[in-house]
């Protein structure tokens, strides 16, 4: 059983920055996604056991940054210049079955339980 626990989120306003984080029972492909009210789970950003590679999506591209710190099982997610419109509940998720990043929750087989992130504006 993978375990997976996220810290992190906050309230701040538009134009901040906040860093979440994601504690994993052990070293797998990770990825982070997000839920706003009424609306389907979306995509964040991924990254690779390794590392080595990362997907975004296009709404964070040169805004969120994701990383890894593989001594510590730790993936973070970096979020610059937030907007309104970042407000959501951010999920992030472990793919035992493939090492490589990815942008589909399918792939994904172990999800934390979430930590709320609030954009005032």
């Known amino acids: 059983q993978v375990q997976l626990v996220e810290s992190g989120g906050g309230l701040v306003q538009a134009g901040d920055s906040l860093r979440l984080s994601c504690a994993a029972s052990g070293r797998y492909a990770m990825g982070w996604f997000r839920q706003a009210p009424g609306k389907e789970r979306e995509f964040v950003a991924s990254?690779?056991?390794?590392?080595?590679?990362?997907v975004y999506a296009d709404s964070v591209k040169g805004r969120f940054t994701i990383s890894r710190d593989n001594a510590k099982n730790t993936v973070y997610l970096q979020m610059n210049s937030l907007k309104p419109e970042d407000t959501a509940v951010y999920y992030c998720?472990?793919?035992?079955?493939?090492?490589?990043?990815?942008?589909?929750?399918?792939?994904?087989?172990?999800w934390g339980q979430g930590t709320q992130v609030t954009v005032s504006s």
């Open positions: 990254i690779s056991q390794s590392g080595g590679g990362t």
């Open positions: 998720a472990a793919k035992t079955r493939w090492v490589l990043a990815g942008k589909t929750s399918r792939e994904y087989d172990y």
